[in-house]
């Protein structure tokens, strides 16, 4: 028996083990027997070869054989499946939003946040669901993934064992940003996990602005740190020069409280130079939005903004 | 063997009607109709190789030469070409052409214009796809799974691509029911269901699923077409239609495909391995029975595509349930063709080669084939390079090097020419140490945990993916010297006797390149 970071990870890596231990078994003994075979009847050792005599007991049991071994080895992919598929009652839910190119944590007290947190040693079940298309929930250290599929509710638990930071992947491919839809999973102490519950609204940063950046998703495609995503970084974007495309027509506009606000509410507008128009239009409200333009507004102009735009623009 | 008279007119010369480029596009002769298909395959091979390289070549420099929607482009175009216009039509439109008639001493298939008219099929079909690469609103993108709603939403040449896939699946029908009625109606007296070659056997397999299973792939692609042009919701949850509608419908024709691919592939294998170990294939009616046996379980299997698409677990143990027992007919397959090994007196050219390394890739193939068809190991590898490396040894190194296979074994009767052992040795070799750097490594990114179809990834997986990219550059030179060998012996090689290897079938019997009418009269075979 083999632990992981996760109970369930620690079923899967052993079934994994055994079945491809007996495959390798397999494809060594298929390999030397062909090898022998090829060098002892080889032309110039066996000039004449003689036809053998088919023997009905020895294709019954070369039959017989692989199927024993082939139900032994699906034996080893069930044994535990029940286990791994089925949440204990008591699991706390946590419902897990896919969309086009982020992912939303939702726990039960109302918080939202694009990180997924969880305490170590109890058990959680994520409820999961796509806001647009079909995308894939892959934790590779806890060995589970499960599909996000628009207008169905599918379903995944685990138990952390070892506190720790560890990638959450999309492996359904989901369009342009597939590969950028990424997150992490923290498992923290209990008690830690139960602190950072009660504290209720308050992002990291302490602004209200990047709570909300964090829930909508609009990290998936967009850094705060100047790196260039799916989408342009916020890091000195407010009052910076930007060139996009409106109505087909470049121009190159000043980055003020209204081209942002018009780029959240109609995304297709102006189209920043060197991005694909596809920015999804997302429900905000009005105080949401103030919230959010000011937050971008502390990230601010900074010098090599100008750089990294022209840089952008030659992509 | 009867004495072959020196003067005689192949096929190549005898015309028809016709003159210049007509001569092959209105011939409704079975060998010219192969070759035509031969080569439009080898060329569409050519393209997928390249776009392959482009994306190995990026995965070292994420975003250097490609950008990110390009890159989704090109693995989408890379899968597309590969499956649908390379290895599903494949085997049975080139080799199958060429060979079945005259395997089973016949003149011609059963239907020589409906096989001009499927050769025409093909074209259009691939003329279509060839078309949404270019068209305004850019190449597909979604993959050659076409996944709705993905693929309903995207606005890229989807309509396009899926109608051409479309019309291809009925040259894939029509091709099925002509070989099928072929192997029933026009074997030579003797030819018998017990005697029957096993590269035929395999085809007549395959032509049942190519007739029983393409239906539901053009269904599947009209639901797409209707989406995307009428908006009809037959995917669409908001519309009261299920997205894993599409993945069952799917995938119920795309693992028989699979199958549509192996088994002639297996056929091969069949004919090549006994005529190089000089002896009768061990297991006849194993064999043949593992063929028909694959044949209709591969029905069933579909659903190990989507262990983790939210179906339910119990249909997911049935399905797994299902899989392992489509194993054992391939399991039996392996273990005749080695057996057929034991107190063989094995000649080793180039064919052979090809064909006892098929064993051994197909075999990794088939066993990771298993490992992702257990229900937990799934859960981890499902959607990762594991998958990738898994399809890729059962697709090219299964497949792929039965084609080379029987490209070697087939090219003096089809060309009239010899081949040089050695380059095609040398090329063998350097073909399978670059197969393995290129996709074993893809193995262990999947265990990693690394996704399919990234254009990026986080750093930890670089080194694995170098690797894999060089071994992309050793295969590509590999098959760069195959090619070459070929190309020059088409030219400059020696002319071939009718039988260099010794074989056993018919094609052997009558000169290369065959003549028109294929046999002066009707063969009549003796046990």
Known sequence: MILGPSNVGGKIETSFLIITAACVVLLIAVTATMLAFIWRYRRARSPVAEDVEEKLGLEIVLTVLPTVLVLGMFYFGWVDFDYIRNPPKDAMPIDVIARQWSWSFKYQNGRQTDTLRVPVGEPVKLIMTSEDVTHSFFIPAYRIKEDCVPGLKTHLWFNADQTGTFDIFCTEYCGLGHSHMR???????????????????????????????????????HTTDGARKVGPTFRGLYGGKVTVTTNAKERTITADEAYLERSVRDPGADVVKGFPNIMP?????????????????TLGQDDDHARRNGHAAHD | ??????????????????????????????????????????????????????????LIMPGKIIG??????????????????????????????????????ARDVAFPRLNRFTWWTYLAGATLVVISLFAAGGAP??????????SIRAKANITLAVAGVFVLGFSSILTGINFVTTIHRLRAPGVTWQNLPLFVWTLYATGWVQLLATPVLAITLIFIILGRVFGVGFFDPAKGGDPILYEHLFWTYSHPAVYI????????????????????????????????????????VWGHHMFTSGMSDTARIIFSFITFLVAVPTGVKIFNWVGTLYKASIVGNAPMYFALTFIFLFSIGGLTGLIIGSLEPNLHLHGTYFIVAHFHYVMFGGVGFAILAGLHYWFPKMSGRMYEERPAKIGWFILFVGFN???????????????????????RYFTLHLVSTIGSWILAMGLAIIAGNLLSALFRGPKAPADPWGGRTLEWTIPSPPPAENFAETPVVRD
């Open chain 1, 183 to 221: 997150a992490k999973l923290i498992a923290m102490p209990a008690a830690d996990f139960q602190k950072w519950y009660g504290t209720k609204e308050e992002a990291e940063g302490g602004s209200k602005g990047l709570e909300l950046l964090q829930a909508k998703g609009c990290l998936g495609c």
């Open chain 1, 281 to 297: 239009k997302l429900p905000v409200s009005d105080e949401e939005l103030r919230e959010i333009v000011g937050y971008l507004e």
């Open chain 2, 1 to 58: 063997m009867e004495e072959i008279t020196a003067q005689y007119e192949s096929f190549y010369h005898e015309k028809g009607r016709y003159k210049g480029i007509l001569s092959w596009l209105m011939s409704t002769d079975h060998k010219r109709i192969g070759i035509q298909y031969l080569c439009a395959l080898l060329a569409f091979f050519s393209i997928g190789v390249l776009l392959g390289l482009l994306m190995r070549l990026n």
């Open chain 2, 68 to 105: 990110q929607e390009t890159y989704n482009r090109v693995f989408s175009v890379h899968g597309i070409v590969m499956i649908f216009l390379f290895i599903i039509p494949g085997i049975p439109v080139a080799f199958g052409n060429f060979f079945l008639p005259i395997m089973i001493g």
């Open chain 2, 141 to 150: 993108d979604t993959g050659w799974t076409f996944y709705a709603p993905y």
């Open chain 2, 261 to 300: 691919m192996i088994l002639p592939a297996m056929g091969i294998i069949s004919e090549v391995i006994p005529v190089f170990a000089r002896k009768k294939i061990f297991g006849y009616r194993a064999v043949v029975y593992s063929a028909l046996g694959i044949a209709s379980v591969g029905y069933f």
């Open chain 2, 437 to 459: 750097v290129l996709y074993f490594s893809m193995f262990i990114l999947g265990y990693e945990g690394m996704p399919r179809r990234y254009f990026d990834y986080p750093p």
